[in-house]
């Protein structure tokens, strides 16, 4: 049952895959990035997660959060505290923040492999030291010097935590509803007074310290979103006193229950602004961008979990024989990976998480490209992969991690519906990733609404270009025609789109959930199709690691099968456009 | 939240679609299922699963039940005995139950929409009456008169409820490595000693006894399920003693929480032999046959339930702009349902729901004929009918009822999450329907390994030669194109699993779940076509009820442009075979 960090899985796809070894150490500010030092670390984050992370993930989802309405505290299960002390101390929070601030100065592709393990270990603690990340980022581009040197070594060090504070009752997706206010004080600060919900790690026992960055609207705002500004309000102040910023309750949810999800009443809370009034929404996007990412992250590391444990499952439960005669004659029964429909299950978790671990890879490494890029070209190339590829990442990585772990429950049969095995949790906890930091169908919209038509199309049109230029240079690569069949298809996609979706946004809303999910097949079969070559190029070259490699190959060839062939249907999904959709008035329903 | 069983819905299918109201009381013991007999029981069942039924669900969920050790007892959750006492004594339990035990000798039909309602309004609190429907078929088959006279009667008037037995620990879908043995006693009976596990209301409160049908096996029984008996084990004996059969403890499960899975250990408890000796597998194939289409009425239950909940959001819901401009220009925002992907998804709920309500009610009718028909001929074509769609029903309604459930959540972002709102619960519920009475692998495995070959392929080319009438009786109905692509797609799928799938069963394990979901999909085509042209004629005769045949049009034309389009991947993923599923041996998983 225990989780055991996919080392050679990651190694293969950070160094045979997208050279990182070669690629990072070559960039400005990442010279360390070396294969020596990564592989330490990675080794040293698989030990912490492995041996003190993931003990503490069952009895969290047990024992849950407790609010205490005496002192508007939050008590986190047990062992989360020893934990999270023990992953911050060790660097962990750390890893991929600026020199100069504490951090180490590693790249975000690191930080990302070990986010990968975190989730797999305990996606509830994960999250607590998760979304400071966001906090710093938005510091990092927005804060005053002052406030980045007060705030910043704190949150990069672990020592404090941060949150986010978007959402309130009447407002989610649509931030322009938002009424929390900030009004202006003599002493340069704002009275910050607002009820914000399901605020992630907004009260806890494992800081001394919350610093939460809210969205807040000035007294002289102009209506909508444009009228956002943010602010930093600390639980504690720098003099040391308590600030009017409280926890009102706890969300009772159907997973990820050791993660903290508050009610945050400000009442009159004493903030600061960060960045520039009504420029809130610029400076949320920033937190929000990696936060996205994160969150397709944690969609890997939970598929991964689960595969792992129904995997195990597997090959240990004895049950009926093999269709082509019994396969372990000397036990009662054949162990049931034999069945086909269970190799089914199996692989369509392999398949797609070793795909999906590529594409996310990739995404994060180009967003280290793009922030110590050489030079302005490269960086832009690399600016517009991530922001092209962060809503898909975020989408399909959190849609299928949930459907995997779906996959892994199915084929341990009524075991997997139990508590006894930790598959039900996996379900339960991955169900929130398809839903925050902006739920799949906004990040749909995201794609077809914002990232296609940057710069016209520029972006779009440089992954086309990556994909054919692979094709071109690599004719014989595995799965060639059916990668080159599926590009086709979603460049005709991509211009029905273009035809029909600007001029009525209604048919863009219409194909914008199909239309990223055909996006996200092909980009998968494309890593496939790289990931497969390498294999190939290996085994040629008389690679030891059989096993590995040919494994590479039966699972691509798996996806190439079975999985891509659900752009078929999708494609007419997106051609069918919005008249079936919208045939019905509001009443007729 | 409150649940409104949706009888026009039903209504329609029942007599526009399928004409009950002529079928039914044309067959002899039907005579009196007239629609106003119908209309009026419905009526009265509506009643009480919105009033008496439905509120104990959430509240049972959070309660869940609760074992005492030291009496081997267990608690259902507060109200759960009322509202049971109240379903039983109102006649419920005993709806298509035989007169001369006590039933009031109704349709199934009528049954099957009963239960319907009672899975929107508590699937819990429905799985102890439900479970009791096989012990009374299988009695009803295979008892002697003795048995049937002392038992039937309480069955099903409620008084008692009834259990089927058949997991242990080391066997779930493999039941010939049963160890649970039954030794031959001097007065006839026999002493059954094992542990069972999963077993459904295996402990209640709700009745003073519990009749247990239990598989085991004899001292001289044949190895593998050829040697299964079935015998019949009450908790208190005929004389008012206790049984020494007792509740071990209760399963902690993801969902389904009001619901009591024990572990049973029979400990040498008195039962007697149901049927032949060593012939207990087809006497359970008599309760399970039942139970699956049950199974597949709480898929359909629960999505509808999700439907109503996430539809009501959907309309209240203020957030963001119609892409088309403000639709609610005088407050703050638009109601959701304006949106095109928030559409999807309850366009997804409705013309899955509604299609599948179809499918089920349909395979209902022809049991109810394969029992009642007047001539042989008739009842040996309804059967032929019952015999296919049974997994088709069982599989596809609980893999859509989940689905389904999920976009109902999804559509409700973090809302839906949360357990202010009832989603959760419903897909934690639902969960469970993809796996119990044979995961849907195994309904994909009986559908082509079984189903498809009885009778020299007899029930398949019956369904097709139905399918195919159809469309040459009336070439201009809705979607005739698109339903007659879909047949010639599964004819060719089904030939392809003739030439490939007799002579290597692992081709036909491979095709297997691919294979149900395009039946299903053609199946579900076939019905929409069918019910469409329904409205299509009220339409064109004037009816005014606009709205209802209007939306029917609208749900059908989504069914075929954004659901049946699948059946190209399913295709693709059935033509593959079975190669990429057997590849990798199990060592390089």
Redesign the interface.
């Known amino acids: 049952m225990s989780y055991l960090a996919p080392l050679r899985e990651m190694q293969f796809v950070l160094y045979e895959l997208l050279h990182s070894d070669e690629v990072l150490p070559a960039l400005p500010g990442y010279e360390d990035a070396t294969r020596d030092i990564m592989d330490a670390m990675l080794n040293e984050g698989a030990k912490l997660t492995q041996n003190v992370i993931a003990p503490t993930n069952v009895p969290g989802d047990r024992q849950g959060c407790v609010y205490d309405p005496e002192t508007k505290s939050v008590k986190t299960p047990d062992g989360f505290r020893e934990a999270y002390k023990q992953f911050a101390e060790n660097g962990w929070t750390a890893l991929s923040s600026p020199l100069e601030y504490g951090g180490q100065g590693m790249p975000h592709l690191l930080n990302t492999v070990a986010e990968e393990m975190m989730c797999s270990a305990n996606l509830s603690l994960g999250m607590y030291p998760g979304l400071t990340h966001g906090a710093v980022n938005a510091l990092l581009s927005y804060g005053t010097d002052e406030q980045k040197d007060y705030y910043l070594p704190r949150l990069i060090s672990g020592e404090w935590t941060g949150t986010m504070c978007l959402?309130e009752p009447?407002?989610?997706?649509?931030l322009?509803?938002i009424r929390t206010k900030a009004e202006p004080q003599a002493d340069g600060s704002y009275a910050v007074t607002g009820t914000k919900i399901?605020i992630t790690g907004g009260e806890q026992d494992l800081t001394d310290n919350i610093v939460h960055l809210v969205l807040a609207k000035l007294p002289d705002a102009p209506g909508g979103s444009k009228g956002i500004s943010l602010f930093l309000v600390p639980k504690v102040l720098p003099d040391g006193s308590r600030n009017t910023a409280f926890c009102g309750g706890l969300?009772?949810?159907?997973?990820i229950r050791g993660s903290a999800t508050c009610v945050m009443n400000f009442e009159g809370a004493k903030g600061w602004l960060i960045g520039e009034a009504h420029k809130g929404l610029q400076a949320m996007f920033v937190m929000m961008n990696s936060a996205r990412l994160m969150v397709g992250i944690q969609g890997l590391g939970l598929a991964e979990a689960a595969y792992q444990v129904s995997?195990g499952f597997?090959?240990e439960r004895?049950?009926?024989r093999?269709?082509?005669g019994p396969q372990a004659p000397d036990q009662?029964?054949d162990?049931i990976?034999?069945?086909?429909?269970?190799?089914?299950?199996?692989?369509r978790q392999?398949a797609t998480i070793e795909g999906c671990r590529a594409l996310a890879y990739y995404t994060v490494m180009q967003l280290d490209i793009s922030q110590h890029g050489a030079d302005e070209e490269a960086r832009e190339r690399a600016d517009d992969m991530v922001q092209l590829l962060t809503p898909v990442v975020k989408a399909f990585l959190t849609d299928e991690g949930f459907f995997c772990a779906?996959d892994g429950?199915?084929?341990m049969?009524?075991s997997?519906?139990?508590?006894?095995w930790p598959l039900?949790q996996f379900?339960?906890d991955a169900?929130?990733t398809?839903?925050?930091e902006g739920?799949?169908?906004i990040q749909?919209?995201d794609l077809v609404g914002r990232k296609m038509g940057m710069n016209g199309g520029r972006s779009v049109k440089r992954f086309f270009a990556m994909v054919d230029g692979f094709l071109k240079e690599h004719p014989d690569a595995p799965y060639a025609g059916a990668l080159k069949a599926a590009l086709e298809r979603l460049q005709k996609a991509t211009l029905w789109l273009m035809q029909n979706g600007m001029t009525d946004?209604?048919q863009?809303?219409?194909a914008?959930?199909p239309y990223l999910r055909l996006f996200a097949l092909t980009t998968v079969a494309f890593f496939w199709s790289r990931m497969a070559l390498v294999a190939r190029q290996q085994l040629d070259a008389g690679s030891t690691e059989t096993?590995f490699y040919?494994?590479k190959?039966?699972?691509g060839?798996?996806f190439?099968?079975?999985i891509l062939?659900?752009?078929?249907?999708l494609m007419?999904?997106i051609e069918?456009g919005?008249?079936?959709?919208?045939?019905?008035?509001?009443?007729?329903?």
């Open positions: 959402t009447q407002c989610g997706t649509d322009g509803l399901w969300e009772h949810k159907m997973g995997l597997a090959k004895l049950q009926s093999s269709l082509a009662a029964a162990p990976i034999v069945h086909p429909d269970v190799r089914r299950m199996l692989l392999k779906n429950l199915q084929l049969g009524g997997g519906f139990t508590q006894d039900e379900v339960r169900r929130i398809r839903i925050y739920t799949n169908g749909a919209l946004r209604e863009a809303g219409a914008a959930t096993d040919q494994a190959l039966a699972a060839q798996f190439i099968d079975r062939p659900q752009s078929l249907a007419a999904e069918s919005k008249d079936s959709l919208m045939a019905m008035t509001a009443e007729q329903f």
